[in-house]
């Protein structure tokens, strides 16, 4: 699952020296699989507004979660800026659902990148772990920033909506997974947790001791601007129920937000999916 970018990097030029700092802009957005007995909440309906929400906000880095590979393919075909990387979770090649992360082109420049799924045998294409009623999996790229020459890691991620022991063990692979994979590098971890805060697997991503790695800040309670949006991330394609907030972007303290939102945008009567896109603009210190 190992891939490199082959790429020459960019030149830093002298008006962008590596020791400025310029906010980087990072989304979680759970599209919802491409479904036809959907009928008007199918994706035929959605996928010009998906496309519209990760081009309209400026973004850097998507992490979508329940993209199917022709879903990946029309989100590519409308926003040419962007590369991806990822695979289908079933396979490990284009089965299932994908976790895939977009990136911009002109900011930043992809080194490396791999994909290992939540189970006992997270190296193993395919494998269902736990109790878990899908394959669940995550996507990671180490890339450079080519505008400041800075260095990070990016984690993408999509629980099991059932297992409870899945998502508790996978709240612990993920942790020793990015302090094995990150190293000492800063990073940052998206997904649809499928999991309140209130819950073990919350604690165990954020918590700051008796863990493995460096604590995951919740970028919804570090941003230096109040929150803008509903609270609930989750609206099950009913946004006037009290909803759920599962996803998150979660940080590393090398990072300061200045800003989060859950936005909560409908084109007309039509919503993009049943989960609100979750966004945070960022700066690594």
Not at 160 to 177: I, N, P
């Amino acid at each position: 699952m190992l891939g490199a970018c082959t790429q020459k990097s960019a030149k830093m030029t002298a008006a962008n020296p590596k020791n400025i700092t310029v906010p980087l802009r990072a989304m979680t957005f759970n599209i919802r699989f491409e479904d036809a007995g959907t009928g008007k909440n199918s994706w035929q309906n959605r996928k010009s507004l998906v496309a519209g929400t990760m081009r309209f906000h400026d973004l850097d880095l998507i992490g979508l979660q329940e993209a199917l590979r022709s879903q990946i393919d029309t989100l590519q075909q409308r926003l040419p800026e962007f590369n991806w990387i990822g695979v289908g979770r079933d396979d490990g090649a284009n089965g299932g659902e994908f976790s895939p992360v977009f990136y911009r082109k002109n900011r930043l420049k992809l080194l490396r990148h791999s994909t290992f799924w939540l189970s006992e045998t997270p190296e193993i294409a395919g494998k269902m772990g736990w109790d878990a009623a899908c394959n669940r999996v995550v996507t990671w790229g180490f890339f450079e920033d080519i505008v400041t020459g800075k260095q990070f890691y990016f984690f993408n991620t999509h629980f099991d909506h059932k297992g409870e022991t899945a998502r508790r063990e996978s709240a612990k692979l993920v942790r020793r997974k990015i302090a094995e994979i990150a190293a000492d590098y800063p990073a940052i971890l998206v997904g649809d947790f499928n999991a309140t805060e209130d819950t073990e697997v919350y604690q165990t991503i954020t918590r700051k001791e008796n863990i493995t790695g460096k604590p995951l800040l919740d970028a919804f309670y570090t941003t230096q601007q109040a929150h803008y949006g509903p609270l609930a991330s989750y609206n099950g394609f009913k946004p006037e129920d009290d909803g759920r907030r599962i996803d998150y972007i979660f940080v590393h303290p090398e990072w300061t937000i200045r800003k989060h939102a859950i936005l909560a945008e409908r084109f007309g009567d039509q919503w993009a999916s049943d989960h609100f896109a979750v966004i945070a603009e960022m700066e690594l210190r």
